[in-house]
Structure formats: C-alpha cells, structure tokens
C-alpha cells in the first residue's frame, strides 16, 4: 500500500545532541511536510518542500532544519534539541501544492531528557 | 486571537448518538474546509473537505460551511465506537496557488458501547 512511513516512532534525545527524524513516502508526490504537534495544540507547520524548493515557514526556529536528498525522502533535524521541542513531529505529503489533501505519517514521538 | 479555535472536549456520547463538532475562524479568505480524523498514536487522515458555504454529505458524515459566520461543523449520526479519536477542522485558501493549510487544535471524541 502506498503510504508515508516516519522513524523511528519514539525518539529520546538529551538537551542539546542533535537529533534527526526520517519519513519516506511510496506516494510519488511533490510536495512533503514537516508539522509540529504539541498535546492538545494543532499541528504546526515547519516548512514544507515543492520538489527541491525548501519553504521555510517565518516563525520556525533555525534550530530544526531539513533535507530532502530525492523525491522519497525528508529528513528533520533538531541541531540543538530543548526541552521545549518535546512534540508528536508530522510528516505529510501532497501530490501539489495548493491541493487540499495531504497524506500523513503516523509520527515520531520526541523527548528531550 | 487564533485563526482556528475548536473547543477541545474531552466530548462523550453513547453510540447511536448525533456528535457536533464545530471550529470557529477569522480569516474571510479561507475558502477550503476540511475534517481530519486522528486516532491515538495516528497521523491526520482526511475525513471530508468542502469548498465555500454549504453543506456536504458522505454516509454517517455532513459538513457543513456558513462563510457569513465563519463557522464550521461536522455532524456524525449514528456514532459508533470506532469513531473514537480526535477530529481536527482545518481550511485553506486559493486551491490554485499555495497557501498552507490551517489546523485546529482538534476535539477529542469517545463514543461509548
């Protein structure tokens, strides 16, 4: 089945080491995403990729940062975690932009001892 | 004030019951409305989407748009136990350039046997 995949589901990193979260997708779509849910909050979006192009969302932190090497995967990377960017991190698809549905992952659960 | 407010529950009914879950919103240009459901441990999956004011039916499911009110809801009739989870109203604006995509913070459901 055509899906997005995250890993690992469960992340524990320490204050401050570098931590890198994965999602690939079987979807072919051009678009990828990377939200942020905290409890009982929306998700929040990071920034998103077009293809290559990387959009970064104005109010996002530079401590998370992105790659997308090819059309199948996204990478986030939290270069110095805090104790406040313990969240559920989203990973979505779109097959364009501007298209009302996206495709989730089923998330990768962070906490920063 | 946020884009999006939902009321977060917690919300609980008896199956076979009618559920009402409503967002409010205060951007006039949101013209795409749309209902993710998220079971626990589960990304967003898209439940229904509706353009401008009106009303959408698929099975147990109706959503509903007033644009004059800014106001959304989703009614689901006959509520099973499976249909336990959180639902999150999200919504848009042009489909034909990007503009993300605006999550509520969601309103968590049980639906008791």
């Known amino acids: 089945d055509a899906m997005v995949i995250q890993n690992p589901r469960y992340q524990v990193t320490q204050f401050g080491k570098p931590v890198t979260l994965s999602c690939s997708q079987t979807l072919n779509h051009n678009v990828m995403y990377w939200y942020q849910q905290k409890s009982s909050q929306a998700p929040k979006l990071l920034f998103h990729?077009?293809?290559?192009?990387?959009?970064n969302e104005a109010d996002t932190p530079d401590n998370f940062q992105s790659r997308r090497p090819n059309t199948s995967f996204c990478f986030l990377d939290i270069r110095s975690p805090g104790l406040g960017d313990a969240a559920m991190y989203l990973c979505?698809?779109?097959?364009?932009?501007?298209?009302?549905?996206?495709?989730f992952g089923p998330g990768t659960r962070l906490t920063v001892l | 004030q946020k884009e999006v407010e939902q009321d977060p529950g917690p919300l609980s009914v008896p199956e076979g019951a009618i559920v009402s879950l409503n967002c409010t919103y205060s951007?006039?240009?949101?013209?795409?409305f749309m209902w993710y459901r998220q079971y626990s441990r589960k990304g967003p999956e898209l439940l229904m989407y509706?353009?401008?004011?009106g009303n959408k039916e698929d099975g147990r499911f109706t959503a509903q748009v007033d644009k004059s009110s800014k106001y959304i809801s989703l009614f689901i009739r006959d509520s099973q136990p499976s249909d336990s989870a959180t639902y999150l109203c999200?919504?848009?604006?042009?489909?034909?350039?990007?503009?993300?995509?605006?999550f509520g913070p969601g309103t968590s459901l049980s639906v008791i046997p």
């Open positions: 979505a698809t779109s097959r364009e932009q501007g298209v009302t549905e996206q495709f």
């Open positions: 509706t353009y401008s004011s």
């Open positions: 951007n006039s240009a949101f013209q795409y």
């Open positions: 990729y077009y293809d290559k192009d990387f959009n």
């Open positions: 999200a919504m848009t604006g042009m489909k034909t350039s990007y503009d993300k995509v605006i």
